[in-house]
């Protein structure tokens, strides 16, 4: 596998960014390169995944390339007072990937995955952008960003708080646009083909486990397909080192 690190000039947030890859050097002719968009979480960067996972052994012989953005702690949205990071990951990226990389940005070779803040950036990307990914895998993800808003709101972390309000403006309203349930209930109303495909893991021992639960019997009353898994496991790197592999194993098997 072939390994890239280094800066690329967003137009969309006008500013340069850190961005990682790894692809392979002598693809499958005989089949399409799929791109996963890999998503850090709250307190992870560009080469998070690369550093606390075994990501570039896990995808050595699927026929993947992997691209790995940094957004800081934007919660990937078109931040209140901070840069564009929704429609820099889910529009411009792809755009830069094909131009930079040869990747097709195709809907049924792109998929987007992510952990715990980048679990919620894949749900978000993934169930708002429907016609540019296939698929999307959220690994012990926010499900419920007014829940988390309203944690964090109670809480004494004041570093979080002002990340918050910088990235959504106000913890009393949530606009429908960022709310992983309105997000689902509106790719329900689209033709079965049109909707991207879901898997969602969370360890048993994580805090977020009981939201993932929550989200898991939202998608049971759905029309969306999806798989749901819990295994032991806590808020860890050593868990989404599992988890990823389950989450390519899901892609593989769908794709």
Known sequence: ????????????????????????????????????????????????????????????????AVIMPEVGRSFYQDMKYGPQYFTYVSEELPKICKNMFGLDPSRENTFVAGLSMGGYGALRIGLAKPDKFAALASLSGVTD?????????????????????AAIGSFDEIRPEIDIYHLLGEVEKLDGSQRPKIYLTCGKQDFLCPMNKAFNDRLKNSSVDFLYEEFDGDHVWAYWDFAIQRALDYFDSIA
């Open 1 to 64: 596998m072939a390994f890239f690190m280094g800066t690329i000039d967003s137009l969309v947030m006008e500013l340069k960014t850190q961005l990682v890859a790894i692809l392979p050097e002598y693809p499958d002719p005989e089949k399409p390169l799929k791109a996963l968009y890999l998503l850090h979480g709250l307190r992870g960067n560009a080469l998070s995944w690369v550093s606390d996972t075994s990501i570039e052994r896990y995808v050595k012989d699927r026929n993947w």
């Open 145 to 165: 960003i007014k829940a988390i808003c309203q944690m964090v709101a109670e809480s004494d972390l004041k570093r979080e708080k002002n990340d918050f309000l």
